[in-house]
């Protein structure tokens, strides 16, 4: 990714900033804020739009202390690359770079093509973080640029070792399709050089994640999305409520969206057996996007629809149900005139010709005053049962969508000398196919032994893992083949 005009739109959107708001401040015309968002432009009109954003441009991973140009000369020698060769390399005149790295003037889309072919990240940081700059600019693994910028196949995962909230100030803003993760657990955390699970308090343990989340959702792209799985603990025998503590101070303080708090059922679940409480067979998982407008394929994950089948030489439903049962129901309706029971049969035969011909599956006749009614009186099915006195709920031949509880077994850990998964890899496949497209790059900042990435590699999306341990890391790696 090493595109700047991306980052900007993601930074002026995210912060609430209409181009009009960005171009007064910047006190440049519309028409140059849109070509900068745009890629085109100069970079002096650039810089006056990403200082009007209250953030500064670095390259992650490379910050030469005396400037911008003095990076690009820095990392143009440390390749072995002349002006000249570079200049060849991407098809641009040597005074072009000249003048680049002398005084970094020029224009945008030059200065990209030198980023690109330099495998520098172009990052925007927060003005109120350039005292920090040292850490936020630690080096972005080669790999892991070149993943974020290319269509990278094989699907390999990439992994770096290092604290979770320094390695993601590294990485561009808006570039992750999607992420899921399990934090460690608080005050269960399974190895002891550091990180988030060994604070002394809950408060502490909650901002630590907070500080991860805001990385997070600056990394993410617009139409993202995260997905989090957090174990709760219990305290003195209460339960502490880890997961909304969380949650609620995502939404309220950092302005994420909660989308589903999904239920994971356990089946199969290990021995928990409290002679006060219920045995604990679920986890949450939530959710969250950045925006009401994001990516989701609901196609991607729709189950296998049942079909229509005879039985004993009658035609049924998907679900079982005759066309002779709802002809019964229509005859002996107390709510219905002759002219609507004559509507309703003739209608009730065409759709059973959609289920004889195998267009339809499978569907619901309300009739008025017989079954349950799922609308209310002013909405357009009231008003259906109100002047015909029947409607139809056909539902969609491509299959149900799941709900938001899921029934999958914990991951087997028998034969295992150490703890190997937070989760099963199936509990990924819906959060993965609905809201990653195909290959886009999915980010588990708390990778563990690798879960999310083996998931991610199966279905054809690019994965990045992070971790604390170096451990758990080569562990990933062999997973990941």
């Known amino acids: 990714m090493h595109k700047i005009g991306p980052l900007i739109k993601a930074i002026r959107v995210d912060l609430g900033y209409t181009q009009e708001d960005i171009a007064r401040r910047a006190n440049v015309t519309l028409p140059t804020l849109i070509g900068c968002e745009n890629g085109r432009g100069s970079l002096a009109s650039l810089m006056k739009i990403i200082g009007a954003l209250d953030h500064r441009l670095v390259w992650a991973g490379f910050d030469h202390e005396d400037g911008h140009a003095a990076s690009l000369v820095a990392r143009q020698k440390s390749r072995g690359l002349s002006q000249r060769r570079l200049a060849k390399a991407i098809g641009v005149s040597q005074s072009m770079i000249m003048r680049l790295e002398k005084n970094f003037e020029g224009r945008v889309v030059n200065l990209e093509k030198v980023l690109h072919h ?53 990485f561009p803003s808006g570039v992750i399709d999607m992420v899921m993760t399990s934090p460690p657990y608080f005050g269960l955390r399974e190895y002891d050089n550091g990180g988030i699970g060994n604070e ?80 604990n067979r679920h986890k949450l998982l939530f959710h969250f996007v950045k925006q009401r407008d994001y990516y989701y394929d609901a196609d991607a994950i729709r189950q296998t629809p049942k079909k229509p089948r005879l039985r004993d030489g009658e035609q049924v439903t998907a679900t079982g149900i005759s066309q002779q049962t709802y002809i019964d129901q229509i005859a002996s309706s107390e709510h219905l005139n002759d002219d609507e ?62 709900s938001d509880v899921w029934d999958i077994a914990p991951e087997s850990t028998r034969g295992r000398d150490t703890h190997y998964a937070a989760y099963p890899e199936q509990l990924c496949h819906i959060p993965i196919l609905s809201t990653c497209p195909e290959n886009g790059i999915v980010l588990d900042p708390f990778v563990g032994t690798g879960t999310t990435t083996l998931a991610a590699k199966h279905l054809s999306r690019r994965a990045i893992g992070i971790d604390i341990s170096e451990t758990y890391v080569d562990m990933a790696r062999v997973r990941s083949g």
Do not use: C
């Not at 999305?225 to 950092?254: C, T």
């Not at 008025?368 to 709920?393: I, P």
């Open 341 to 402: 029971k004559v509507n309703a049969l003739n209608e009730l035969e065409s759709v059973f010709s959609e289920i004889k011909a195998q267009t339809l599956n499978d569907f619901r006749m309300i009739l008025r005053g017989s079954h349950r009614t799922t609308h209310s009186e002013n909405s357009s099915r009231g008003k259906l049962l109100e002047d015909k006195g029947f409607y139809f709920l056909k539902y969609d031949p491509r299959g149900p969508l799941p």
């Open 118 to 170: 330099l495998k520098l990240v172009p990052r925007l940081v927060k003005s109120d973080e350039i005292g920090d700059l040292t850490e936020a600019t630690q080096l972005l693994p080669d790999e892991v640029a070149d993943l974020l910028d290319a269509k990278t196949e094989p699907y390999v995962p990439r992994f770096i070792v290092g604290d979770a909230t320094d390695v993601l100030k590294t």
């Open 200 to 279: 002394q308090t809950l408060d502490e343990f909650i901002t630590n994640l907070l500080i991860v989340t805001k990385e997070l959702h600056r990394a993410l792209k617009p139409t993202g999305s995260f997905w989090l799985n957090l174990g709760d603990s219990y305290v003195d025998k209460h339960q502490q409520g880890i997961p909304w503590r969380l949650a609620i101070k995502m939404m309220d303080e950092q302005g994420w969206i909660l989308r589903n708090s999904n239920i994971w059922h356990k089946k199969k679940a290990g021995m928990d057996s409290p002679s006060d409480r219920l045995p």
